[in-house]
């Protein structure tokens, strides 16, 4: 409709106290009074379910709206009430969600979520939280404190959930090595597809994406890398299957920034 949700590390909207969440108007930037879901930290990410009445949200925070919430919540889309029947225990950071129909994914540096061992991503029920056992996508990588044991930065999902594309400092997945930073994997279980993307460049010993989109029919798959500054568009259909890495095009945009070496966001506008 007429009005946008944006996320991140601020504490004021319109020069009313936001902490994390607000709601403006996008004809005139106002500050819906409304909505309130204040954080105590940073929200990384956020989402909307199908029928745009609830919105989920991922990031550093432990409390919504002076309420115990580990770094996962959903709120009223209208009003920012947060769900008491939705709440998860994720040990670390989230940095990325997708809805899709009833499951909310997650991604980020977290080992655990409630008494479940999972390794920077997760699928968890949309209604109550509870980790979905059936799908499994554990990453590892080196650590350090740019790639923290192969975090997960950015996921896309399928419209029709069938496929789940992973993007960070990973170097396995499930155990199997992969060399570009992104992943397809199965929606249905979380394993590694067959076909896979690939064409990530490097830049030392930078290599991996930073970012995904996915179009809004599920055909292109859009990735900005860590270094040195390159787009890419991947078939996100046919994968490798009919063309080398799945590549329909990648090109340079230049940044060249020494404190952001990388592309963080973007929309695909159709």
Known sequence: GGTTVMAGDFVSAGGQYRRGVAKIDLATGTLDPTFTANADNMVLDLELN????????????????????QRVAAVDATTGALDPAFSPMVNKDVYTIAVRQNFVYLGGQFTQIGTVARQ????ISAVNGAVDTTWTANTNGPSGTTTHEGMVLSLAVAPDNSRVFLAGPFQTVNGVALGDGVVALDGATGAVLPKQLGGVRSCGTLHWIVTLKLSADGQRLYGGDVCPDWIYQWDAVNLSQTKANGLNWST?????????PYIKNWNIVQ
Do not use: C, M, Q
Not at 50 to 69: E, H, I, Q, S
Not at 120 to 123: D, G, I, L
Not at 252 to 260: A, F, K
């Open 252 to 260: 340079n945009i230049n940044g060249e920034s020494p404190d952001y």
């Open 120 to 123: 920077h991503a997760a699928r």
């Open 50 to 69: 199908a029928d745009r009445t609830k919105l989920y949200l991922g990031g550093t925070f432990r409390a919504v709206n002076g309420v115990a919430r």
